[in-house]
């Protein structure tokens, strides 16, 4: 071990069984020049928060400074509507928690002048050493990032599909920063990571937006992918743009038809603009919405200009009548995207529920900013309990996880 990675971390015993059981079987199955540290501990600095302490279980870096960050979990593993169980016990999200600390590993290590310059590739994992999984929990995780209990005796191949899942994917970036550079397009350094860090993230159709997305937003777009239902406090009508439109990309990727839905006119014209016209994809705002599918319930125009009391309207006719029309047509989508989400109540978060394919399980994504001087006292996301997750430091967005 290079005296550079020997000092990389505060040493810390290993107390964990199931850490140190991992730990031995990487040290016997991987080459020697690879450095496996365990139950480690470093501090970053946050401008707003401080300092910040952060441990991983595990971290094994490559001798080319490929870097894979692992979460254990022991014991029975299993998901079930959006929460994690070991043995029964509620858990927090092993793979936000891997990402988590993935991020503050990169800011450590952007810290220190050694790994500058290094076209490093950090990958998040999770083991679940107890197990054997066979569909990754039926979520949008690749298999390959997880490690169970049939693979404990081919880490090596295992180790060795993760870091080149995480190369592909920093080859899609580096061919996407390449064609940018040939359209003439300058990106914000400060948007830009310092060093090459892979964070799975796909390549879209609006490769631009990805771009110009801070570490933030792309870490935020991560935790997404592990979350079907998700209510985001953004202060910022611009990085709640972008981030909206990388996420329609993403599910659009999928082959998944997506509304969104926004209350300003004016809102729904640039999202169309930015998307473009796409097959199962429908932008509306929310009169438009309504307006078209009463329509289509009755057979003729609704005449809104009889209701005069506007706040009346779109609190309570409007959702009240879209709820009752949505059950008299054929029409739902397998997500929905909201923005300026402070607008609507409960019988909106009802009668859009209805509209999607899976009310209990479908894409709902909710973005909305509870800084704005038209926000109701006591305003709170119309959406069931949840959990509530909040990234400390993230500085502009607040979580709630359904």
């Not at 450590?108 to 002048?113: F, G, I, N, R, S």
């Not at 569909?135 to 693979?151: E, K, R, S, Y």
């Not at 300058?186 to 390549?203: A, E, K, T």
């Not at 329609?248 to 209350?263: A, F, P, T």
Request: glycine content about 2%; proline content about 4%; overall charge neutral.
């Amino acid at each position: 071990m290079s005296k550079t990675l020997s000092n990389l971390f505060h040493d810390s015993d290993i107390t964990d069984k199931a850490q140190n059981r991992l730990y031995s079987l990487f040290k016997k199955q991987l080459p020697d020049d690879f450095t496996i540290f365990s139950s480690v501990k470093w501090t970053v600095n946050h401008s707003n928060s401080g300092q910040q302490k952060t441990d991983a279980d595990l971290v094994i870096i490559s001798p080319q400074f490929n870097t894979v960050v692992l979460k254990i979990r022991e014991g029975d593993i299993s998901y079930d509507q959006g929460n994690w169980y070991n043995n029964n016990n509620l858990i927090p999200d092993p793979f936000q928690q891997a990402i988590e600390t993935k991020y503050s590993l990169l800011q450590y290590l952007q810290e220190h002048d050694f790994w500058s310059d290094k076209p490093i590739v950090i990958s998040e994992a999770v083991a679940f050493p107890d197990v054997s999984i066979n569909n990754a929990f039926g979520l949008d995780i690749p298999q390959t990032l997880i490690l169970d209990q049939p693979q404990l005796f081919n880490l090596r191949n295992w180790l060795k599909s993760v870091m080149s899942y995480s190369e592909n994917q920093q080859q899609i970036e580096f061919a996407l920063s390449q064609e940018n550079k040939k359209q003439n397009i300058n990106y914000d350094q400060q948007q830009s990571f310092p060093i090459s860090v892979v964070s799975q993230i796909s390549m879209t159709q609006n490769s631009k937006s990805l771009m110009e997305l801070s570490p933030e937003q792309l870490e935020l777009l991560e935790f997404l992918k592990y979350h079907n239902r998700v209510a985001i406090n953004s202060c910022s009508d611009s990085e709640k743009t972008l981030l909206i439109i990388e996420q329609v990309n993403r599910l659009h990727q999928k082959k998944l038809s997506i509304l969104v839905i926004s209350y300003k006119r004016s809102s729904t014209k640039y999202i169309r603009h930015q998307l473009g016209e796409r097959e199962d994809l429908q932008i509306n705002d929310f009169y438009e919405l309504s307006k078209s599918i009463i329509k289509k319930a009755i057979n003729h125009d609704i005449n809104l200009k009889k209701y005069p009391n506007k706040k009346l309207l779109f609190d309570e006719i409007l959702p009240t009548l879209l709820l009752k029309s949505i059950a008299k047509i054929d029409l739902s989508f397998d997500a929905i995207i909201v923005t300026q989400g402070h607008k609507i109540n409960k019988l909106w978060w009802l009668a859009l529920k209805e509209l999607l394919k899976d009310p209990e399980q479908g894409y709902f994504y909710l973005f909305y900013n509870t800084s704005q001087k038209t926000v109701q006292k006591h305003w709170y996301p119309p959406l069931e309990e949840a959990p509530y997750c909040l990234l400390n430091h993230w500085d502009n967005y607040q979580i709630n996880c359904l």
